[in-house]
Each structure stands twice: as C-alpha cells, then as structure tokens.
C-alpha cells in the first residue's frame, strides 16, 4: 500500500536557526498537505500543494511539493519556540476517495 | 462557526465494554473522516464516511469497529468490547467536498483499563 514517510521523527534546534524536514511518498501524489499539531493538541492544516514544483509561503515557512509529486519539504527559518510541535506530512492519491496517508511526524523542539 | 466537535473529549473503559465516540462535522460539511493516533506515531485513517453512506472503510479493524453518519446527527464511531490496544486518540475531521482540506476535531482520548 501507499506509504509516506517522515525521518527523522525527532529534531532540536537552537532558536533563531533554520529548519528543514522532508516527506517522501511511494506513489504519486494528486496533493500533498501539511498539519500541525501541538502537543495534547489535534492537528491543524497548514497548507495544501498540488502543482508538480509548487512553491507556497506563509510567513517563516516555505513549502514544496517536488516536480515529479512524490515529496515535498517544508522549511522554517529563523526557528522560534513557537514553531514547537508535530510536523505532519500527508498525502492524497488520485481517485483513492479523498483518503489522506500521514506520515509518522517530525517532531521539533526548540531551545530558547 | 463552530469548528468540528467530539465527545467526549476524554473516555475511560474497562476491557470488554463497549466505547462511543461522537463528532459533529463543521456547518455545511457531509464528508467525515476518522483517524485513530497511537502515542509518538502518525495519524492512521480509518473510514471515510458522507451522509448514510460508508465510502471507504479499508483502515478499520474487521471486528470490533463500525461507523455511521445518519442522516440526522453526529458520526459514531463504535468499538464494541474494548481491549487494552484500543487505547489511543480518536480524531474526526470533517471537510465539504472531496479533495477539500480536512478540518479536525480536538480528539477523544481513549483509555483501556
């Protein structure tokens, strides 16, 4: 079955550095989104790439989806506690009902 | 507009009762979505339901488990006689349409005694 993957599943960064993770899919990909969640808390949607090389921002966060849509990265720069939680990759495959597969997370802690 | 409800928030059973979980999807949203999240791993989809209908329920469990949407009221997911790997968070997440975004529930955190 379709598989998504998120290593590693821990990072720890001093504050006021970047921050680059990676989600990789076994199949083509109709979109990929991302979710946050943090601790104790649920998941909340960040954003949704659908274009083959898609580029979006939203703030400190830069995302892409790769130009043959079997993975994507998300970077944070200038990391601040409040970028502290789970990191969620999950992606969508054509015709597969609307049905999400997450990765396992990257979670990210930050050092004051 | 209120976002997506679950009750309860927190459950307690004991092996071999039966667990009810409740979500309410946001106004104006007919597609649900459960997804069942064990400690420190990712979030594992269960069923996909729309108004009455089951669409897909290839993540659920074959025994045990089973999930509506009726036509008046919250989704339901039910786990009948409870074991201690049950435990886990149940999120809901609810969206319009299909291959919209999702939008989750805060999650019912069920125990196993």
């Known amino acids: 079955g379709q598989q998504v993957m998120q290593i590693p599943q821990y990072q720890h960064v001093q504050e006021g550095e970047d921050f680059t993770t990676y989600c990789n899919s076994s199949?083509?990909?109709?979109?990929i989104q991302w979710y946050k969640q943090r601790p104790g808390g649920h998941p909340v949607f960040l954003i949704q790439?659908?274009?083959?090389?898609e580029v979006k921002k939203q703030k400190r966060l830069t995302f892409q989806f790769g130009e043959a849509k079997k993975n994507s990265s998300l970077h944070i720069t200038a990391t601040q506690t409040t970028d502290v939680g789970t990191y969620f990759c999950a992606g969508e495959v054509a015709g597969a009902n609307s049905k999400l597969t997450f990765g396992k997370g990257i979670t990210l802690s930050v050092r004051p | 507009n209120a976002g997506v409800m679950q009750n309860p928030r927190h459950l307690v059973r004991r092996r071999g009762q039966e667990a009810r979980l409740r979500c309410s999807p946001m106004k104006g949203h007919s597609h649900v979505y459960w997804y069942r999240q064990l400690p420190e791993e990712g979030l594992k989809f269960m069923v996909y339901l729309q108004k009455e209908n089951i669409i897909d329920e290839s993540g659920m469990p074959k025994e045990r488990f089973s999930a509506e949407f009726p036509k008046e009221g919250p989704s339901i997911l039910r786990i009948q006689q409870v074991v201690r790997g049950d435990s886990a968070a149940y999120f809901c997440?609810?969206?319009?349409?299909?291959?919209?975004?999702?939008?989750f529930g805060p999650g019912t955190r069920l125990t196993v005694l």
């Open positions: 997440a609810s969206s319009p349409t299909t291959s919209d975004t999702q939008y």
């Open positions: 790439l659908v274009k083959s090389g």
């Open positions: 199949t083509t990909l109709s979109n």
